[in-house]
């Protein structure tokens, strides 16, 4: 499946990303945790967890996928992008900057930045094992770092991508 941008987008602002508009929602995405759960080896996704976002993604056409995890000091973007299937690397568009001297919410801080630059409209949630490196009341899905991304988890990050689509039809 490839994912192409929503037709209903319209309007382009002055130099921002040129696809801005066609974020519909963006997930900011942590791999330890999430993907790679705490007694993983280091820097080893686990199948059935990439294959449990990877469903999720199928099913939800409208998100594209920015890596917020630590590992994007690591590894370049082709790099975290190979990581998963063919098909879902053309979502993953982009991966946050760290930005240092960061104490409080650096993870929200970083996210609001790409946010600024890239997509300052787009709707936004996290998926991350570290639920306090974003401000209290953001919109986190929070992952049990032992136990990775779970049905759970993912049924929460559904109800809040098919609740914001919901609002966002009833303002058209």
């Known amino acids: 499946m490839v994912h192409s941008p929503n037709p209903n987008h319209t309007a382009l602002r002055v130099g921002a990303d040129p696809w801005a508009a066609f974020y519909d929602m963006i997930v900011f995405l942590d791999l330890d945790g999430v993907l790679r759960r705490e007694n993983?080896?280091?820097?080893?996704l686990e199948a059935p967890l990439v294959a449990r976002f990877e469903d999720l993604l199928y099913e939800l056409p409208e998100i594209e996928v920015?890596?917020?995890?630590t590992w994007r000091d690591t590894f370049g973007i082709q790099e975290l992008r190979g990581l998963f299937s063919a098909d879902v690397r053309l979502r993953i568009v982009a991966k946050t900057r760290t930005i240092p001297g960061l104490n409080e919410y650096p993870r929200q801080a970083e996210a609001e930045a790409w946010l600024r630059e890239h997509a300052p409209d787009a709707p936004w949630i996290a998926v991350d094992h570290r639920p306090d490196l974003w401000r209290?009341?953001?919109p986190v899905?929070?992952?049990d770092p032992s136990e990775g991304l779970t049905d759970t988890a993912c049924s929460r990050l559904r109800a809040h991508i098919r609740n914001r689509a919901r609002n966002r039809d009833l303002v058209k």
Do not use: D, F, L
């Open 40 to 44: 993983a080896p280091k820097y080893r």
């Open 66 to 69: 920015v890596i917020s995890s």
């Open 136 to 138: 209290p009341g953001a």
């Open 141 to 143: 899905v929070a992952c």
